[in-house]
C-alpha cells in the first residue's frame, strides 16, 4: 500500500450528487467514489448473492486515506492506491481545469472558503467549458450553514441551484478526522462505481427502505431513536421514506433538492406528492419513465423475495434518472429496452440501486451470530406500497 508523501496520491472532492445520509461521499475518479470502510458493508460486498449485483454499486476495491493540511490550514483527504487498487482507476490529472477550480476552494474546517464574488454565470461557464456535455451540479461554490436547502417557511431559495448536502457530510467528516486522528493516519475507504456517471443531469431519490433502521448492534438508546422516527414517518405506514433528492428543473435550469428533514415530515399523502415531483423536471410529468422504474422495481422486489436471512436495515435505494429531456424520447421507447446493459443514447433511461449496507445482516456475516429466517418483509413491504404509488400515477390516478 502507498504511504503519505509518496508520488500517487489522488486529492479526494466532495461528491456533489450526495444527496442523502450522514457518511461523506467522496469523489475518488469520474466513475469512482469512495467512502470511509465499515467491516460489516465490506462483508456484504466480498459476499453479494449474484442476483443482486445488477441492483448495487459495482466494488471496486479498498484504498489508503490520510489527511493532508497546507500552510493557510486547510485540510484534503489524499487517497493513495496501492495494493487493492481497482482497475482502470487512475490518479486525477491535477491539470484537469475542474480539479483546479476545485481546489481553489478547498473546504477549511471552521472558516467558509467560497467564490462568492464570481457570479453564478461566470462559474458556470467555467465548469461547462471544462466539463464538455457535462453540467455539474455546483454553480455556487459557497455553502451557508445557517440555510442548507430551505428557508424559514419550508421553500426553497431560488438562489440555491446545487445541493449542499454533501459538501455538508464532508465538512462534518473532516472535522472529525481532524479532532482525533493525525495527518499521517491511514484509514481505509471503500471504492465504489459511480452509478451516477453517465447522467448529465442526474435526478436522484434517495428512499430509507423497511418499517425498521436500527440494525441488531444498536444500543438501546439507539434503537429508541430509529423506532421513534419511523414510528413518526412513512416508514411505519408504507416501509419507505425520502432520504433525500435532487431534481433537474428544465424550465428554471436548476436542481430541487430536498434532504431527509423535509422527508421525515411527510405524510403518506405528501410522499405521493414528493413523488411525483421528483418525476417532474419542469411543468408536467415524466410518463414515460413509469414504466422503466417500475419494470426495474418489480425485478428488484423478485430478487429481495428469494434472499433468506438478508436484512438491509438502514439502507438506501436510489432511483435514478437523467433531467435532461430529448424531444425524441417517446420515439425512443419504441425501439429501446427499459433498461438495456449499455444505456446508449436512450434518454428515457433510469436506473436503481440499492447503497449503505454498514447494517445490513445475513447468515455467514461476522456481525450477525444469530441470523434472521426469511426474507426483509419490512424492505419488501416499502418495494411493493413504492410500486403500487407509481402504478396509479400510471393509470392516471
Known amino acids: 500500500m502507498v504511504g503519505p508523501g509518496e508520488g500517487r496520491a489522488v486529492a479526494l472532492e466532495p461528491f456533489v450528487h450526495q444527496v442523502g445520509g450522514h457518511t461523506s461521499m467522496l469523489r475518488y475518479d469520474e466513475h469512482t467514489v469512495c467512502k470511509p470502510l465499515v467491516s460489516q458493508e465490506l462483508s456484504f460486498y466480498e459476499s453479494l448473492p449474484l442476483a443482486m449485483r445488477q441492483f448495487t454499486p459495482q466494488y471496486k476495491g479498498v484504498v489508503s486515506v490520510h489527511l493532508k493540511k497546507d500552510s493557510l490550514g486547510n485540510l484534503t483527504l489524499m487517497a493513495s492506491p496501492g495494493l487493492g487498487q481497482p482497475e482502470g482507476c487512475g490518479r486525477l490529472d491535477s491539470a484537469d481545469p475542474t480539479v483546479t477550480l476545485w ?29 464538455p456535455g457535462k453540467m455539474l451540479l455546483r454553480t455556487d461554490l459557497q455553502y451557508h450553514s445557517d440555510s442548507l436547502l430551505e428557508d424559514a417557511n419550508g421553500k426553497q431559495p431560488e438562489r440555491n441551484s446545487y445541493n449542499p448536502w454533501g459538501l455538508h457530510c464532508h465538512r462534518q467528516h473532516l472535522n472529525r478526522m481532524s479532532s482525533k486522528h493525525n495527518e499521517n493516519k491511514l484509514h481505509q475507504f471503500l471504492l465504489l462505481e459511480n452509478v451516477v456517471s453517465k447522467y448529465s443531469f442526474p435526478c436522484i431519490l434517495d428512499l430509507k427502505m423497511g418499517t425498521r433502521q436500527h440494525g441488531d448492534d444498536a444500543s438501546e438508546e439507539k434503537k429508541a431513536r430509529h423506532i421513534k422516527k419511523c414510528e413518526q414517518s412513512t416508514s411505519a405506514s408504507l416501509g419507505v421514506r425520502i432520504c433525500g433528492m435532487q431534481v433537474y428543473q428544465a424550465d428554471t435550469g436548476h436542481f430541487l433538492c430536498k434532504d431527509k428533514y423535509y422527508g421525515r415530515k411527510l405524510s403518506p399523502e405528501g410522499f405521493r406528492q414528493a413523488l411525483r415531483q421528483f418525476l417532474c423536471t419542469g411543468n408536467q410529468l415524466r410518463a414515460e419513465l413509469l414504466e422503466p422504474i417500475i419494470l426495474r422495481l418489480k425485478a428488484l422486489l423478485s430478487v429481495i423475495r428469494k434472499q433468506s436471512s438478508y436484512r438491509f436495515y438502514s439502507s438506501s435505494l436510489l432511483i435514478i434518472y437523467d433531467g435532461q429531456e430529448h424531444k425524441e424520447s417517446t420515439a425512443a421507447l419504441d425501439h429501446h429496452p427499459p433498461f438495456p446493459k449499455t444505456l446508449g443514447t436512450n434518454p428515457s433511461r433510469v436506473d436503481v440501486r440499492m447503497i449503505d449496507f454498514a447494517h445490513t445482516t445475513f447468515r455467514g456475516s461476522k456481525s450477525s451470530p444469530t441470523p434472521h429466517d426469511g426474507p426483509d418483509h419490512g424492505y419488501i413491504f416499502g418495494l411493493e406500497n413504492l410500486i403500487k404509488i407509481l402504478q396509479n400515477f400510471s393509470e392516471g390516478k
Open 103 to 131: 481546489h481553489k476552494c478547498r473546504w477549511a474546517t471552521g472558516t467558509e472558503y467560497g467564490m462568492s464574488k464570481r457570479s453564478h454565470t461566470q462559474v458556470t461557464r467555467t465548469f461547462r467549458d471544462s466539463c
